[in-house]
């Protein structure tokens, strides 16, 4: 079935150091590849997505590049700070397929990041 | 900012007790979930809705009901708690074929 595979499960850095989390999908007609952030306590929050029309996204520190041929998308936080720190989930679905109304995401496993002041 | 709302945000109650979680949003959009996760681990989704009166199951085999009268309404009920229940419930939204799902703040439930 669907299955999004997340890479590592934690990941520890210095501050200010740059961060990279990847992630495998096994539907090659997954179109929409968001990235949430979940501070303990709180629900996920959207931090950035990608469409299947572009490559690469960037807002301020945080970038997602997508490789649609070998079905991988990755994070890339850089600069980091002891606020970053946070379990981050990638996800990927079929948004906008006619088949049925339900956009279904699929999670990876999470990536528990720590950044050291 | 998603304005989606979750009641209680923390729950301790005793076995055998009915309990409704409740969900609201005012973005007026036609799907919502509930997803079920243990802290800080994969989200597995237990119920979701197109729309009223429209509701299915999701991946993760529940003992809970939910029901989808009003638009803005998701609430999950379940009938006789059990310290297996014992979790984090998410609730989320969105609206056309987007794709974006926005996430509520989380009830903790803990069963005694």
């Known amino acids: 079935g669907e299955n999004v595979e997340q890479h590592p499960s934690t990941l520890s850095v210095q501050e200010g150091d740059s961060a990279v989390i990847k992630c495998t999908y096994s539907?090659?007609?997954?179109?929409?590849f968001p990235w949430y952030k979940q501070e303990l306590g709180k629900g996920p929050q959207l931090i950035i997505d990608i469409r299947s029309n572009v490559g690469e996204k960037k807002d301020q520190r945080i970038a997602v590049t997508l490789n649609k041929t070998a079905k991988h998308f990755s994070l890339h936080i850089t600069e980091t700070q002891p606020e970053d720190s946070a379990v981050y989930f990638c996800?990927?679905?079929?948004?906008?397929?006619?088949?049925?109304?339900?956009?279904?995401?699929?999670f990876g496993a999470g990536t528990r990041l720590a950044v050291h002041p | 900012e998603a304005d989606i709302y979750q009641t209680p945000r923390y729950l301790v109650i005793g076995t055998g007790k009915k309990i409704t979680l409740e969900c609201s949003q005012t973005m007026g959009h036609d799907k919502m979930y509930w997803y079920q996760q243990d802290p800080g681990m994969e989200l597995h989704l237990i119920h979701y809705s197109y729309g009223v009166n429209s509701t299915e199951k999701g991946d993760l085999s529940s003992e809970s009901t939910v029901s989808r009268i009003r638009t803005e309404h998701f609430p999950l009920t379940l009938e006789s708690a059990r310290p297996s229940h014992t979790s984090q419930y998410l609730c989320?939204?969105?609206?056309?074929?987007?794709?974006?799902?926005?996430f509520g703040p989380g009830t903790r439930l803990t069963v005694l």
């Open positions: 989320a939204s969105s609206e056309g074929r987007g794709g974006t799902q926005y």
């Open positions: 539907d090659s007609a997954s179109n929409y």
């Open positions: 996800a990927a679905s079929k948004a906008g397929v006619p088949s049925g109304g339900y956009n279904k995401l699929i």
